[in-house]
């Protein structure tokens, strides 16, 4: 018996044993580059800066990125401005709004020098690099760091200002001299005289609003008005370089200039400028971010002008060759709506910029089209993508909403991805065309039969052609089942054809959250609709079940109501309220602890009163509004999508190393019969326990989350709230490295 249970114990501690520590933690972020500010290379390393995406840093031996993104005490702001290394190889990168975060030269750890340290403010334009030293332009004054602190500032914030504009574009130090770009021209001081008078040179600018200010090795060049400038100094003025088209990016490394403008790079040889490729073109909206490299080779970064969609932003260079284009991994966009889990996939939505789905860690993404699409393995047109349904068959449904105006139509599509081929079929919205220009589908749901049902909506206001449809149903096998209204049905089935949220209860009831009321039907067939008391006015934002209990998210507070009757059993504060984006911005955890997403964060409401908040302040939450949250099934991931991309966060993960004390805990009564309810009494010194309840065979049954020094209780049930049948049981929990495990014996 003992060789066995030495066995038993084996085999359990293999099956339940934690994934190995990852270097983000518990949480991990998915994003995609949209723009990129600024390139920096150094060896087999390429570092770019992206204003959405953090810092990316790209290998080009292996072609493979790493994305260096926004947490407390790292990056500071995943929207970075500027880029420079100073002489130690620390990395500067210039944040939007949060300062300058230091990354050291063993790239270990990160600094951050802001407005506490004497910025003038936390908003960074422009860095350059001399020696230990960096000159810092921000959008209201420049900052001077001389190796360990800030030395200096203009405006020194007594004086007034020697700029007629504050807004720094770009700083340099040429010899004796400083120049300064800023949206009111250039000025020039001397540094052998402590910089105490200002020079305005703008004769022979196109435009006083400066974009950029380098130098050749020599003399400055600045960018004003889509042209560059060379400085003259004998005239004392600005002289033309030549016609390049309109040019939006402009950059020195090592005494070479290269340009970026519609017509193509360009690199400047002394005298003129020569084209090194037309085929890369930079726009004003998203200019493109370009660099050299110590071969003399370029890097590129974004979207050229030649591009149609979305694929085409990434990383291009020269090889010698000819242009290597590399595309970052990641989500079709950034403000991400909706997202669903089905088995190893991850489905994922986007306002405007297409959809995206997650593979075994590859990215596929549907990008927007120019016209809508009749291709077989492309969505019709993928923007405005609300309403996401995963169905028993495997089949992913995608509600797209293309606008109020004019013949303007939403899209059904299917996606069957269970081939080695994506097959889309395009849907005709409800029974004939015109139906389809009424609204779009904000919610979705299965029956217990598999029946589709989804909640439409409309933001065309005073349209009545437009006006929000009620419910769209379609049958298991995806045909059309029927539409379902305000004053459709015996009884009239709605109270209002808005509905904004859909959850199926365990018994298989549809519940439908309204713009008026809370309310459920037994399917498929809604003649008949139950109206919850006390809810006709209320507009019900979001729904989620778990076992006995229905959450219920209106516009000022959560409610607890019980299943099935639907009686209403409390309220709760909220951290803020979702915005008008947020489609399912709740669900309930394995271990049922209610994940709310607002405005502001992630709130957690564990089950015994307890409750955490998550932010971009105290975790690597990668923006607060948040729009959806799902959780997986299997393991309590939770995974949420964002107006900023999208973040995975294991609430079970334990991170390696150990702490001083050891962990016992003991479960009583034990043996126990099924009909009672089990305590399990945990001691030690971590600061939270994880544990989970296994079989025999080691197969997990039931998870569990306690406080320090803390109990949880188990009544017998797994994670689908099925009774387990009597036998012996195993209980293991975690805490800062340390574990234990129980034996325990349910009788009959």
Known sequence: MRLRMRGVLGVLMALAAPVAARPDGAWTTYVRPTGYTALDVEADTVLVATSDAGLLRFTPSTRSFEFILREPNGLASNQLLALATDASRRV????????????SADRAHWTLVNTFDGLPTDTVNTLT????????GTTAGIGVWDGTQLSGRVPDGINPSPFASDFITGILPLGDSVWVGTHAGVYVARRSTGLPAWTLVNTGLPSTFVQRIVDDGSVPFALAGLAVRRWNPVTLQWVSTGGIGGVSTLVSRNGSLIAASDQGLYRWTGSNWVQITPTIRSGTANPLAVTLDDDGRFWAAGQSLLGVDGSDIGLYHDTGSGVQFDFPPGPSGNNCLNLELDRDRVYVTTYDQGLARLRDGEWTCWFPHAAPSTDPTQFRQPVFNFALLADPLGYKWVYSWAGCSGTSTGTLDILDDSGTIDDVRHVVLGPDPALARRSYARASTLDGQGGHWFGMDSPCEGSSELAPAGLEYYRPDTTYGGN?????????????????????DRDGRVWVGAGKGLSYFDPPNPSTMHLIPNTDNDLIRALATKRDSLWVLTTTELRRYSLPAGIFQGSYTLPGSPTILALRPMDVGIDGTLWLGTATGVRAYHPGGAADDFTTANSPLVNNDVHTIRVERSTGVVWMATGGGISRFDPYFVPAGSSEGGLSFHVYPNPARLSAVLRIQLTGSGSSYDGAVYDLNGRRVRRFRSPVNGGVVWDGRDENGTLVRPGIYFVRAQSSGREAVQRIVLLR
Do not use: E, H, P
């Not at 500067?92 to 990354?103: L, P």
């Not at 379902?484 to 199926?504: D, K, M």
């Open 484 to 504: 379902f209204t305000r004053t459709s049905g015996t009884n009239g089935v709605l109270i209002s054809n808005q509905i904004w949220s859909l959850v199926t």
């Open 92 to 103: 500067w990168a210039g944040t939007r709004g949060a300062g300058v975060s230091v990354w």
């Open 129 to 136: 690099a001399a020696g230990d030293s960096m000159w810092i």
